[in-house]
């Protein structure tokens, strides 16, 4: 079972590599940071990698003299030839995956010669350097340098922090750490740090790092590490030893809350409507910490560079079973892909309620595909959405003149789209599960298009396929259609202090508004609870900045009776009580 389960993923990561595509090379040499995307649980850490969340497609960096970049390939930033010839061009792929503030590392590696760089401490494997919340750096280690027959990796973490962490590795059946008599096979390594313990207190927060992948080979643990027998070749993302540093961007949220309202909705892509001001939103674009992922496509030019990086706040509320998703973009070429079909926008995957293969997925579409100068979106659905399932509209704000590039840059857009969820069966209180990708076209107009300087750059939360050949293990999000409307009242205000009011009106049926106030950023939870300890309901679960807030529940699938209500932050612990009467 382990056998197959690293070959056919050592298959499909070298399948990544011989379709690299030179034309992302600016943008995925050194990067500044990489994307670390939710895992949907919390991992195994045992070097396996069998997990589904580890084959997903996400960006991950490469480790191999000489290596091209691709789609979502990004190279390191150095590496050098310390000993030897280096006749084992090894690959070793680095992804990071998070799960709150659990940030979990792999290493997989094709390497022929596994082992310890002879009576050095360094051996094969990882080296890196973590910045904790204070900003000092301190180290970790997943490496193999134990000398003796076949010895297990060895994982080592920083005094300061113990336990702060665990790795584990998995060789395969035709490695044998230090036998230089033979060709290994490579290895998997897997490794996570309970951020929490550096310090952080924010799941989608930045974290400052210097990854160095060591390679020596040919050496058993007794050789002189820099005589007439073996090489040694390292690289590195940052720097060798951790003077200059790169950043993962936790991002990706995996569930957003559509607040409850009652208000009329007028479909005209104009967020102006009060609630639209404090929904859950999602940022999709360049860098974001709530994006999934994204890439940037060049034509014929390598060194053009991607200047229109638009970003695009995606918003979610819901009246009854009417689920709106309001989009504000600050694109400054708002047009189509003039050879192709595709056009600047939102490209939503939706699902049946209980259905979320791949191969059930359903479009729907609010995009400028006419190219016709000044026309708004086209609204499509696939064939597969129910009739008058959704329907959508724009809005063009003054400067922005759709499909040309005649008058300078345009002032963006905005989209209202709602989906008539209660026809792919869904009802209030259920998570529709769904992906929103943003397209963002840029000097491609009928009056523009070169492949010298049109851009191409999609960016998405969940996935931007949804297809079983392309995206086989895909990322659907989740919005709950809730009870929930979570306001921040007094946002020029700083609270002094941490409160939970007292629930009002108390009595309640069937609701009731439940007040706080957070004194600065941090994580929070405001759960309700029944007299036996059984949780009912989570009506707060992310990061929220100072302020005070107001959060609304309707109680409305409970019974009568007495209820606690409990928030909690790293630093604050409050639970109250209140009482239900129907």
């Not at 050789?223 to 951790?242: H, L, N």
């Not at 759709?402 to 259920?430: K, M, R």
């Amino acid at each position: 079972m382990k056998n197959t389960v690293f070959t056919l993923t050592v298959l499909f990561f070298l399948s990544l590599t011989l379709t690299t595509n030179t034309s992302f090379a600016q943008m995925h040499s050194d990067p500044a940071y990489i994307q670390v995307v939710s895992a949907a649980d919390p991992m195994t850490v045992d070097g396996v990698l069998d997990e589904t969340d580890w084959l997903k497609r996400f960006d991950y960096l490469v480790y191999k003299a000489g290596s091209l970049p691709g789609d979502v390939i990004y190279t390191v930033t150095d590496e050098v030839l310390v000993h030897g010839s280096y006749p084992d061009t090894t690959t070793t792929f680095v992804k990071f995956l998070h799960n709150g503030l659990d940030l979990y590392i792999s290493l997989q590696s094709d390497d022929h010669s596994v082992g310890k760089f002879g009576t050095s401490w360094e051996g094969d494997g990882l080296f890196m350097k973590i910045k904790d919340a204070s900003g000092a750096a301190v180290e970790y280690k997943l490496y193999f340098n134990v000398g003796g027959v076949n010895p297990d990796i060895v994982y080592e973490e920083p005094g300061l922090y113990p336990g702060s962490g665990e790795g584990a590795a998995w060789k395969h059946s035709a490695t044998i750490v230090n036998d230089t008599s033979q060709v290994d096979s490579g290895y998997t390594a897997e490794m996570v740090i309970h951020l929490d313990q550096l310090g952080y207190t924010d799941p989608y927060g930045n974290i400052e790092v210097m990854i160095n992948i060591f390679d020596p080979d040919g050496y058993e643990d007794d050789m002189d590490p820099y005589g007439s027998v073996g090489s040694y070749w390292k690289s590195w993302w940052g720097s060798e030893w951790g003077g200059e540093f790169r950043t993962l961007r936790l991002a990706d949220p995996q569930v957003k809350n559509a607040y409850v309202t009652t208000n009329t909705i007028t479909l005209d892509g104009i967020l102006d409507e009060g609630f639209w001001t404090d929904a859950e939103s999602v940022v999709v674009g360049v860098g974001s910490n709530t994006s999934t992922g994204g890439f940037y496509m060049q034509w014929n030019d390598t060194l053009n560079s991607y200047t229109d990086q638009s970003m695009a706040t995606i918003k979610f509320v819901h009246n009854g079973t009417d689920l709106y998703i309001g989009v504000v973009s600050d694109d400054n070429s708002v047009c189509k892909w003039s050879p192709g079909w595709e056009a600047d926008g939102l490209f939503l995957w939706m699902t049946n309620k209980g259905d979320y293969s791949p191969s059930l997925r359903m479009e729907i579409k609010a995009m400028y595909f006419t190219g016709t100068v000044g026309d708004g979106i086209s609204f499509e659905t696939s064939t597969s959405v129910p009739t008058g399932g959704a329907e959508g509209a724009s809005f063009e704000p003054g400067g922005t003149v759709t499909h040309t590039e005649v008058g300078g840059p345009d002032a963006g857009y905005s989209l209202e789209v709602v989906v008539h969820t209660d026809l792919f069966g869904y009802v209030i209180g259920d998570t529709v599960r769904l992906s929103c990708v943003i397209w963002d076209l840029d000097y491609s107009s009928v009056d523009a298009f070169s492949a010298d300087t049109s851009d191409y750059a999609p960016h998405w939360w969940g996935t931007q396929w949804a297809d079983p050949g392309f995206e086989k293990y895909n990322l659907y999000r989740q919005v709950v259609l809730s009870n929930l409307t979570d306001v921040d009242e007094n946002p020029a205000s700083v609270p002094d202090a941490y409160q939970l009011l007292q629930n009002y009106p108390n009595p309640f049926n069937p609701e009731t508004n439940i007040r706080y106030s957070v004194p600065k950023g941090t994580q929070v939870t405001l759960k309700v609870y029944d007299v036996l300890g059984n949780e009912v309901a989570t009506l707060v679960n992310e990061f929220k900045n100072a302020g005070e807030y107001n959060m609304r529940w309707q109680a409305s699938n409970v019974s009568s009776g007495v209820y606690f209500y409990e928030l909690r932050t790293d630093e604050f612990v409050k639970i109250n009580k209140m009482i239900l009467l129907r």
